[in-house]
C-alpha cells in the first residue's frame, strides 16, 4: 500500500536559517507525491507537487523539494524562514486520486 | 475566481441526530472529494465522485456516512445518528480531473456534544 511517514512531528527554526522537513514514502510504483500547507484556520494551499517530470521540484514561497527514489524521500526544504512559514506541513501521496496524507509537521519559527 | 464552498462553516449537533454537510466545488471541475480532519486520525479521505462514474466510497468509517453529487456539480455529505468521534473538521476538495492539483474548502467544524 502506498503511504508517507513524516519523521518530525515539530520542527523548530530561528527566522533566516534554513528549513528542512522530512518526508519518505512507501510504493510499488512511481507515485505523486505533493506538500501540502495549512496555516492556523486557513484551507489547505499546494506547496509543490512531483509527477516525475524532474526531480527537483520548485514551490511557492522559495519552498522546493528534491524526489530521491533510492532513498524513497521527498524532504521539503526552503533557504530562509520567514515568520509568516510557520504552519502545519503535509506530505502527501496520491492514490489514483486520492490524497493519502501524513501526519503533519508543525513549523515554528523563532525571531 | 470563485474557490471551493463550504456551508455551514460550523455545525454543533447532539448525539444521535442526522447532520448535512454541503459544499459547493470550482465550477467545471469533474471531480469532487471528502476528507476528514481530526486530532486522532489527522487527514483521511472519505469519498470520491468523478464526473458520471459510481463514487469510490472506500474511506467512509461505517455506514452511518453517505454522500451524494447532484447534476454533477454540488455534493452533500450526511452523517445519520452523529456520534461524538464524528466530531472533525471535514473538507471539500474539487479537481479538474483526476490526478490534477485538488483545491481545498475553508472546511465544517462539526461538533457532536
Known amino acids: 500500500a502506498q503511504s508517507v511517514t513524516q519523521l518530525d512531528s515539530h520542527v523548530s527554526v530561528s527566522e533566516g536559517t534554513p528549513v528542512l522537513l522530512r518526508c519518505n514514502y512507501s510504493?510499488?510504483?512511481?507515485?505523486?507525491l505533493f506538500w501540502y500547507v495549512q496555516h492556523p484556520n486557513k484551507g489547505l494551499q499546494l506547496l509543490l507537487k512531483y509527477t516525475s517530470a524532474a526531480t527537483l521540484v520548485k514551490g511557492i514561497n522559495g519552498f522546493e523539494a528534491e524526489f530521491k527514489k533510492s532513498e524513497t524521500s521527498f524532504h521539503l526544504t526552503k533557504p530562509s524562514a520567514h515568520m509568516s512559514d510557520a504552519a502545519e506541513y503535509f506530505c502527501?501521496?496520491?492514490?489514483?486520486?486520492?490524497?493519502?496524507f501524513g501526519q503533519g509537521t508543525t513549523l515554528q519559527v523563532k525571531p | 475566481g470563485a474557490g471551493v464552498s463550504q456551508s455551514p462553516s460550523n455545525k454543533v449537533t447532539e448525539k444521535g441526530k442526522d447532520v448535512e454537510l454541503r459544499c459547493d466545488p470550482i465550477s467545471g471541475h469533474t471531480a469532487l472529494y471528502w476528507y476528514r480532519q481530526s486530532l486522532g486520525q489527522g487527514l483521511e479521505f472519505l469519498i470520491y465522485?468523478?464526473?458520471?462514474?459510481?463514487?469510490?466510497k472506500s474511506g467512509l468509517p461505517s455506514d452511518r456516512f453517505s454522500a451524494e453529487r447532484t447534476g454533477g456539480s454540488v455534493s452533500t455529505l450526511t452523517i445519520q445518528r452523529t456520534q461524538q468521534e464524528d466530531s472533525a473538521v471535514y473538507l471539500c476538495?474539487?479537481?479538474?480531473?483526476?490526478?490534477?492539483?485538488?483545491?481545498f474548502g475553508p472546511g465544517t467544524r462539526l461538533t457532536v456534544t
Open positions: 465522485f468523478q464526473g458520471n462514474s459510481a463514487p469510490d
Open positions: 476538495a474539487s479537481s479538474p480531473d483526476r490526478d490534477y492539483e485538488q483545491y
Open positions: 510504493s510499488s510504483y512511481s507515485p505523486s
Open positions: 502527501v501521496v496520491s492514490v489514483l486520486g486520492k490524497l493519502i
